[in-house]
């Protein structure tokens, strides 16, 4: 990006001609502060990365879980899955700055039709039933005076804490699902 600068600001235009403001004995230091002025927003102007929107890009995949001969479970990649298939939902969070993000919280909803199974990776996620409160898995409530598990059906998203992510690396949180 180039700067033009059509006049100094210290100059004011007379009919014809062009006279000083200020004396002569200013102008000399007036235009190297001009210069030094110039010459911070133009490093300014290139030393950010990034914005901070564009810090942290995510890409999210939707894979089917299967078991091959072996009994190692495969995920294959889909767009679409039939009732009962279990499905895993993986969202890939990509540093994009030459600095570390730290302490930010990721929040990912559970699709409508589906039923989240319980499996959280990594194991620190919190869930919610109504997507502003959030607590520890698995999730509790009273009932008749006894403290029981709420049912998977209920949950609505999950959220982690993500601690750090280094420059120019990513961090993966996923959850399984059974399609409705």
Do not use: C
């Amino acid at each position: 990006m180039t700067a033009v600068i059509l006049r100094p600001p210290f100059y004011n235009r007379a009919p014809n001609l062009w006279y000083p403001v200020v004396k002569k004995s200013v102008l000399k230091y007036s235009n190297v502060y001009l210069a030094a002025v110039l010459s911070s927003i133009l490093l300014a102007m290139t030393a950010v990365p990034a914005h901070a929107n564009d810090a942290l890009k995510m890409t999210i995949t939707a894979s089917k879980v299967v078991t091959n001969k072996r009994g190692e479970r495969v995920y294959i990649p889909v767009s679409t899955a039939k009732v009962g298939s279990l499905i895993q939902y993986k969202a890939t969070y990509s540093n994009t700055l030459n600095t570390s993000i730290q302490n930010t919280t990721v929040t990912l909803p559970i699709p409508a039709n589906t039923e989240f199974t319980g499996e959280a990776y990594p194991p620190s996620a919190q869930a919610s039933l109504d997507y502003y409160n959030y607590r520890d898995l698995p999730l509790m409530r009273m009932v008749d005076g006894k403290l029981v598990e709420v049912p998977l059906s209920e949950y609505k998203s999950l959220r982690w804490d993500i601690k750090y992510i280094p420059p120019k690396k990513s961090v993966d949180v996923a959850f399984n699902t059974i399609v409705h």
